[in-house]
């Protein structure tokens, strides 16, 4: 695999982010997704009810926030190495992960982010996908459990 095919079509410089999106979540998926990265990485959450970073997340607040319960909004950064991969926790129904594709510089960045999907698609059992910031039909990479499809790519 060519890197520099990569950084043309999935991870060029313009300014925006790209998004790795999990669609059609629930509260469980939510769950799954805080114990899965707050097992296997490297956490830096704000926990806006105590106004304070933690290194890990707590479901509990997290759920009060996607529930309504409170308006005290949290945002989590996951550590792929070097990589960050932000998540602010909008809506049950869609977790939507940032990153920056100033950071992906290697094939072995690129291999960081997807084995991130991967894996996370396993643990939730659902398909992933990488797109342009806030683009959700425009499918860059779609990860389904081991199987990866890179669009657009020779």
């Known amino acids: 695999m060519d890197f520099q095919e990569l950084k043309d079509k999935i991870y060029y410089s313009d300014g925006s982010l790209r998004d790795i999106y999990i669609l059609q979540t629930n509260m469980e998926d939510n769950k799954k997704w805080v114990d899965f990265v707050n097992e296997h990485y490297i956490v830096k959450w704000f926990n ?29 950064s996951v550590f792929l190495d070097k990589i960050q991969i932000n998540n602010h926790f909008f809506i049950e129904t869609e977790i939507e992960n940032d990153i920056s594709p100033k950071e992906i510089n290697s094939l072995q960045d690129h291999e960081r982010v997807i ?11 659902k398909q992933i996908i990488l797109t342009p910031e806030n683009e959700q039909g425009t499918i860059l990479i779609k ?9 657009g790519l020779s």
């Open 48 to 76: 806006g009810l105590t106004q304070s970073d933690e290194t890990k997340i707590d479901f509990e607040v997290v759920q009060g926030y996607l529930k309504r319960d409170h308006d005290l909004g949290s945002s989590a």
């Open 143 to 151: 990860v389904t459990n081991d199987n990866v499809e890179l669009k």
């Open 115 to 125: 084995g991130y999907m991967i894996s996370l698609s396993k643990a939730l059992d």
